[in-house]
Each structure stands twice: as structure tokens, then as C-alpha cells.
């Protein structure tokens, strides 16, 4: 019996093999190099700086990415409107779409997949029929384009309503195109229509979806409790993408984060410039691979805030030896931690001598 080699398999089959990594996190990456504003997060910079997401893209495949994510979220409709840009909406959600095939094409032994990308709306209301039709509308055409890009499946993301994900999911089966659906839950620690997670999800799975889970808004710490419910209550693969900030029960979600040591933030909010002192490093990250991967969820990544070093930590956890591991530390070779015999010992001594000093 032929078995499919990894080029050839989809999103699926490589599940039901091993974990799939996904980078997501390319509008807070994109704001911090300077070529994305934040507070709309709308990605012009797909049409002003092309060669910028082309970057991060291959940082992020090098780094383990087994998934390209075009990015168009909140390349939408209504934020298009947002800044007054609505006629250039299809030429953004058309290139960033070719630009993800354009550097897929680049990594051939890879082999990454290409993903399109929906997402909240912003404009979604339970129980408004105008607000649904328009929601559906954004939906189908931008389904429509990714369709035509030629993309292996669609990432619906982000959602605090059960009702637009489950909108965002029948548009993508009318596209006949596999679906990823990630909630963004909270601090309430339930969806903004009232659903509980688990149900949620269960519903998605009854209605088709391939993968649900959460994406965003929470840290390693406070997704992991429930994704790992998520988990127990379907059968489908199940999608666990964390924020990379050590987000608390007390401030479960990055918005939450407060931050008494520094009086100089805006407002007083961290969220979302001000984030650096809760950041994780890459050993966190890498150890939330591994407890989720433990726990059967092998749909993995990190969502805004991740950069190319902590999808390689996770690569990393999970046995993989991307190309970006030929960098990865070694501390042996340095000048006063190391060990290696070209070092002297009068380094390593003045070095032990400044370590007894701050214990």
C-alpha cells in the first residue's frame, strides 16, 4: 500500500502523525520592526513593505513553522473601512495570499503548508440578521480568494462569539476547504454569547470542522487548563496557540496585564505596546509545547508577541531539528560559562567570582 510522503500529505494526515507547527503572531512582530501601527493592526504592510512579510514568513518556516499563514487578518472588510482603504481590500487579501505561496515555493524539502486566514470582525452581534449577512459576506469573499490562491486550508481565528465561528465555518465548507477554528477566550473564561468552551468546540466538531481550539488572548499558563478540556471533550484534533506572556488566573488574558513597577504606560495598559516585562522566553514556550503535545493537542504554535526564537524552542521541544537549529545556543563555547578547552581558566574563574556575589 503506497503511503503519502510528508509533500504530498495535508493538514490531517500530518495530525494524525505528529504535531503541526503554526506561527501566527505576524502583527505584533511586524508592529515592533516598524511597519504595522498598532491599535487598527490592519497589515498594509502587505502592499507597502512586501518584502518584509517575505522575511518573516522565512524566519518563521526556518524557525519549524510547518505552516505559512497568509496574512489577512484583520485584513477585512470592515477594518479596511476602519482606515478608509476599503478599495484596496482585494488587492491586500490577493497578495498576501501570493506572497505566502511565493516563499512555501521556496522551502521545497519543507514543505510547509498554506493557510488562508478569517477572523473576528469586530461587527458580529447575536440575534442581528444585518449584522450576520454582512459578518457572512466578509467571510465568503475572502474564502473566495484563498480558494483561488490555492491554499491547503483555512485558518478561522480568533473568535469571542460561538455564532461567527460557527458562520466562519460554514462558509469555509461551502469552499469545500479544510477548517482550523480557534477561539480567543477571555477573562470571563466563557465565549462573549455565553457558551462554554467545551461545548463550543463540540459543536464545531458535530458541524465538520477538522481542528478547534483556542488561539491568543491567553499565555502558556492560562490556556493550557482549557485546551486540555477542549481535549476531553471531542475527538477531532484539537488547536492550542498561546500568546507568549505569563498571563495569571488574576490577569488570565494579555488585555488584563497590569503592570505597577512602571508608571509611564499609556493609559496604564500594557496591551498591547507595553508588554515587554511579562514576555516569555523560549524555555516557557518549549516547555508548553511539550505539556500540550503530552496531552494529545498537536496542533501547536504561538500567536502575537511569538517570534521566530520561541517557535524554534518548540520545534525544538518536540524532537525537530529545523534549519534554524544550527544557531541554536551553546553555551560551551563562551568566554566565561563555558567549557571548552581554548577558554581560560581566568575567565571562568572571574565569572564564578561575580556569580557568589548575587547569590
Not at 568566554?335 to 565569572?351: D, E, I, K, M, V
Request: net charge negative; with cysteine.
Amino acid at each position: 500500500m503506497h503511503t503519502p510522503s510528508h509533500r504530498q500529505r495535508g493538514l490531517v494526515e500530518r495530525l494524525d502523525a505528529q504535531a503541526v507547527l503554526c506561527a501566527e503572531g505576524y502583527l505584533f512582530e511586524l508592529e515592533r520592526r516598524g511597519y504595522l501601527q498598532a491599535g487598527s493592526f490592519v497589515p498594509e504592510v502587505v502592499l507597502d513593505f512586501p518584502e518584509a512579510v517575505v522575511t518573516l514568513h522565512r524566519e518563521f518556516v526556518r524557525a519549524g513553522s510547518e505552516v505559512i499563514e497568509a496574512l489577512t487578518y484583520y485584513g477585512h472588510r470592515e477594518k479596511m473601512r476602519l482606515i478608509g482603504k476599503e478599495d484596496l481590500l482585494e488587492p491586500l487579501q490577493r497578495n498576501a495570499l501570493a506572497i505566502a505561496k511565493r516563499v512555501a515555493a521556496d522551502f521545497p524539502e519543507a514543505s510547509p503548508l498554506v493557510a488562508g486566514n478569517i477572523c473576528n470582525t469586530n461587527i458580529w452581534e447575536p440575534q442581528n440578521a444585518a449584522a450576520e449577512a454582512e459578518v457572512r459576506r466578509m467571510f465568503e469573499e475572502q474564502i473566495t480568494w484563498a480558494a483561488e490562491a490555492g491554499v491547503d486550508f483555512v485558518i478561522a481565528e480568533t473568535f469571542g462569539f460561538y455564532g461567527e465561528a460557527r458562520l466562519a465555518l460554514e462558509a469555509m465548507q461551502q469552499a469545500q476547504l479544510p477548517a482550523v477554528v480557534t477561539f480567543a477566550l477571555h477573562q470571563e473564561g466563557v465565549l462573549r454569547d455565553g457558551v462554554a468552551i467545551e461545548e463550543a468546540c463540540q459543536r464545531l466538531e458535530q458541524a465538520g470542522a477538522e481542528v478547534v481550539g483556542l488561539n491568543c488572548t491567553r499565555g502558556p499558563q492560562t490556556m493550557l487548563p482549557y485546551v486540555a478540556r477542549i481535549r476531553q471533550a471531542v475527538s477531532c484534533h484539537v488547536a492550542a496557540l498561546p500568546v507568549p506572556f505569563r498571563t495569571t488566573p488574576r490577569q488570565p488574558s494579555f488585555q488584563s496585564l497590569q503592570d505597577p513597577g512602571c508608571n509611564l504606560i499609556p493609559e496604564h495598559r500594557p496591551f498591547p505596546t507595553a508588554l515587554d516585562p511579562f514576555t516569555c522566553n523560549r524555555y516557557e514556550m518549549a516547555a508548553f509545547a511539550q505539556q500540550a503535545y503530552a496531552l494529545n493537542i498537536r496542533y501547536l504554535g504561538g500567536c502575537c508577541g511569538s517570534g521566530p526564537h520561541h517557535i524554534r524552542a518548540m520545534a525544538e521541544a518536540l524532537g525537530r531539528h529545523p534549519a534554524a537549529s544550527q544557531y541554536s545556543p551553546d553555551m560551551s563555547k563562551h568566554y566565561a560559562f563555558g567549557n571548552h578547552p581554548r577558554l581560560t581558566s581566568l575567565n571562568r574563574a572571574y565569572a564564578e567570582t561575580l556569580q557568589r556575589l548575587i547569590r
